[in-house]
């Protein structure tokens, strides 16, 4: 490399990370850990970003404050990030539905690399009711936001396998209210992208009191989820284990997946190389939210899962994710 593109390509990184450091958003800090069974689990210096797209935020993307993320329904507690799906504006109730992604220190996103590895995350759904969906995932996004204007302190660079923004790999870990939940692999082959998924709910396979407010997991009080990719090198299942009163209750497991999007190996290789945790909160005026809650999916019916009947029956509708960790399996938890 000659000396003087050596300089361009110093420099270029130099004010990439002062872009980053400069960022004026005022990111809530939310404790994460990441675990080895050797080791323990090591405290991370994360925070949480509202997506670029957030419309009841007053300042724009990569400028916002405290006041923006409250004006979203989003709070932080120590470990704890707790999401509202309406908020007040204007002198009334509105949907705020907001998206939020994990940041490293450096202002760039998590990348989770979890071939191999598990994640635990302890969950409150009891406000969640039919129709609502308190979601965690992992998006294939880039750690810097794709080089968009903020990159990724300015929450941009967002994608899925339902090709908003753009196509890529999805991995749905929890998709769920206080009435039922999925957990759905959504593998890409390029711009093919599986948007059905190769899901696991408990009550859809005949399991109909697996997850349900006073059920075997109670989900009017908070548990913790475990959520393991085994393989190694290769994916080959996912395991789901639930925690509740320190006793373990098996979830279910994933081991086949749609092979014409790359099935359950494009998923671990997508794990492999670094997913980025992303959470909401939003119901579904096309389909009340059926596809994961009535039906043959759960108990829930249509009238009472519509938007309107939600807003007004469950204001407060609500979800908190709480102790996230990931790292070796087994390494998470201590029952």
């Not at 593109?5 to 990184?13: I, N, Y």
């Not at 998924?197 to 075997?216: D, E, F, K, V």
């Not at 494009?266 to 997913?275: I, K, P, Y």
Request: charged share 10%; with cysteine.
């Amino acid at each position: 490399m000659s000396f003087k593109l050596l300089c361009a390509s110093l420099v270029g990184s130099l004010l990439t990370g002062i872009a980053a450091a400069q960022s004026s958003e005022q990111h809530p800090p939310l404790t994460t850990w990441t675990c080895t069974t050797s080791g323990g689990c090591v405290q991370q210096n994360t925070s949480v970003v509202l997506d670029k797209d957030s419309k009841y935020a007053q300042g724009s993307a990569g400028s916002r404050t405290a006041d923006d993320y409250a004006a979203m329904g989003v709070s932080t507690s120590g470990d704890a990030v707790t999401m509202y799906h309406y908020v007040q504006s204007g002198g009334a109730l509105n949907p705020a539905s907001p998206r939020i992604y994990l940041l490293d220190s450096n202002g760039q996103y998590v990348m989770m690399k979890l071939l191999n590895q598990e994640f635990s995350v302890d969950v409150d759904y009891s406000a969640v009711p039919c129709g609502e969906n308190g979601a965690l995932y992992l998006s294939e996004m880039a750690a810097d936001g794709g080089g968009s204007s903020g990159g990724a302190a300015a929450g941009q660079g967002y994608c899925d396998a339902q090709c908003q923004g753009f196509c890529c790999n999805e991995m749905d870990i929890l998709e769920a209210n206080a009435k039922a939940n999925a957990m759905t692999p959504h593998p890409c082959s390029g711009n093919n992208c599986d948007k059905a998924g190769c899901g696991y709910n408990p009550y859809a396979s005949g399991q109909r009191n697996l997850w349900a407010t006073g059920g075997t997991v109670d989900t009017s009080k908070p548990f913790t989820v475990v959520t393991q990719f085994q393989g190694s090198g290769t994916l080959t299942q996912i395991t789901r284990v639930y925690i509740q009163n320190g006793q373990r209750i098996n979830g279910g497991t994933i081991s086949s997946c749609n092979g014409a999007t790359g099935g359950l190996a494009g998923m671990g290789q997508a794990l492999g190389r670094g997913m980025v945790l992303a959470m909401s909160i939003w119901n579904d005026a096309a389909q009340q939210m059926s596809w994961l809650d009535a039906g043959n999916n759960g108990p829930c019916s249509i009238a009472e899962s519509t938007p309107s009947a939600i807003q007004s029956q469950h204001p407060d509708t609500h979800v908190t994710f709480s102790n996230i960790r990931w790292g070796d399996i087994g390494s998470t938890t201590q029952a």
